[in-house]
């Protein structure tokens, strides 16, 4: 990632008490998880941020977001940053993910007349 580069943030996934896939729990309270989904710009690299982590200053005025985003500049981490043009990842389903419950199968009780 370098600057003039045009990005997609996609921050961590996980799943939530209902069992919904969204942005993991531990990150729904930091205001770069507003960001998820949208498209911007590098615009700047710092390499040793105050925690030692490379940080990128993503602009995103000039892109067109369905995303609401608070602000139009943010500072956010490498594995946060996707290429924009780079496919989505979707969830892979498991084999057991698309069965019925067990015993949602049987419409009616063995035994009954």
């Known amino acids: 990632?370098?600057?003039?580069?045009?990005?997609?943030?996609?921050?961590?996934?996980?799943?939530?008490?209902?069992?919904?896939?969204?942005?993991?729990?531990?990150?729904?309270?930091?205001p770069e998880a507003r960001f998820d989904g949208a498209v911007g710009t590098i615009v700047k690299v710092d390499p040793r941020s105050r925690s030692g982590i490379p940080l990128y200053l993503v602009d995103f005025s000039q892109h067109k977001n369905r995303t609401a985003i608070p602000w139009q500049r943010q500072w956010f981490?490498?594995?946060?940053?996707?290429?924009?043009?780079?496919?989505?990842?979707?969830?892979?389903?498991?084999?057991?993910a698309l069965m019925a419950a067990s015993g949602a199968g049987q419409t009616t009780l063995e035994g009954s007349s």
Do not use: C, F, H
């Open 77 to 96: 981490r490498r594995e946060w940053i996707v290429a924009a043009n780079a496919p989505k990842q979707e969830p892979v389903a498991t084999e057991g």
């Open 1 to 30: 990632m370098a600057p003039g580069e045009d990005v997609r943030i996609e921050m961590p996934r996980g799943v939530n008490k209902r069992g919904i896939e969204g942005i993991s729990v531990l990150y729904t309270t930091w």
